[in-house]
């Protein structure tokens, strides 16, 4: 063989290996070993949940041997169902309804086993600025609000009665529009304010529809908003899968602690390709600079007692649950070391 035969051969050897080197989605950082599926179906695709898109977009899924494959279920219960019917390993939202569905009779119930946010990510937006905003200027108003039994609209609920507010005497809260639909809603005319999550409150004053004048994590105080959940079965069958996925998640949570809010925009903007940069930083110096995120994943159990509370004063709590049968904390406490 020729040099100039040798010298081709290994610079080919070398290319594939380079190649080989630079996939993503079939080789994990531990050599030798494939990335395991894992399917999570979020309740909404949100910069509310900015520490999950960092662990994406950073590889540390990957780095933990994951390859992540997100949905969008568009509401937490359709997120349950999906977890339920085994279409998706691991759901994303409100941990009222692993509470449904364990007091419904689910023999194979879900199990919290991550908490991400800690305040509602939602906001009350006006139709005219309101400099020096108080809850009982909402008394006679028409407001645009969430699903009954929901967290948005509870949270919502609990926040009126904080304020010797009545839900259903005072005001009226329209809930018949469709998730995700109020935002065009109010646009069209429709309620005096309404109740919005990002990036629709931000375009709403962008078009100079509305504008926010509350935020309901700021005045709800501390909530278990939004967790991550699985089946009994697919966690007791999976506990290495359930640890790495944490540890990723955990990854994504330092970095939100440790980066400003215009690093973290810049680190998720993949995920949000239809929003500009300055929006995105817009919207996550708002949920920065309210403690929206935890420094751990743990789920306490003061914190499931609050939700549990939120949900007996909505109306919506038959019976009350054990935390130890709806919260596993194992998996965030090894990440947190």
């Known amino acids: 063989m020729t040099r100039k035969v040798i010298s081709l051969v290994l610079c080919l050897l070398f290319l594939a290996s380079c190649l080989t080197g630079c996939q993503k989605s079939g080789t994990s950082a531990v050599p030798g070993k494939d990335l395991t599926k894992v399917t999570l179906n979020e309740v909404a695709h949100s910069i509310f949940y900015a520490p999950m898109y960092v662990a994406i977009e950073e590889g540390y899924f990957a780095e ?88 948005p609209e509870m949270v919502f609920e609990y926040i009126l009665k904080k304020n010797n507010i009545d839900p259903k005497a005072d005001l009226n809260i329209d809930q018949s529009i469709d998730f995700g639909s109020t935002a065009a809603a109010f646009s069209g005319g429709q309620g005096d304010f309404t109740i919005e999550f990002e990036p629709h409150a931000t375009s709403l004053e962008a078009k100079g529809d509305g504008y926010v ?106 019976e009350r649950v054990p935390y130890d049968t709806l919260v596993n904390t194992q998996f965030a406490m090894e990440a947190a070391k």
């Open 64 to 151: 933990e041997g994951i390859n992540l494959d997100l949905v969008t279920g568009f509401g937490a219960d359709k997120t349950m169902t999906a977890v339920l019917t085994d279409e998706a390993d691991i759901g994303f939202m409100g941990s009222e309804s692993t509470i449904y569905t364990y007091i419904g009779g689910t023999q194979d119930y879900v199990i919290n086993f991550a908490q991400l946010t800690q305040r509602a990510g939602n906001f009350l937006v006006s139709r005219q600025p309101i400099d020096n905003f108080s809850w009982d200027m909402l008394t006679g108003k028409k407001v645009l609000g969430g699903r009954a039994g929901g967290m």
């Open 213 to 318: 004048v509350a935020s309901l994590g700021k005045d709800s105080g501390y909530v278990p908003y939004t967790a991550f959940s699985a089946k009994k079965s697919y966690i007791d069958a999976n506990p290495e899968i359930l640890q790495s996925f944490t540890n990723a998640l955990q990854k994504g949570m330092d970095y939100v602690n440790s980066h400003k809010p215009e690093e973290i925009a810049k680190a998720i903007a993949p995920q949000f390709e239809e929003t500009d940069l300055d929006t995105i930083t817009a919207i996550v110096t708002r949920y920065y600079d309210q403690d929206t995120w935890k420094d751990n994943l743990i789920f306490e159990e003061d914190s499931f007692t609050l939700l549990q509370n939120i949900l007996d004063e909505a109306g919506e709590l038959s």
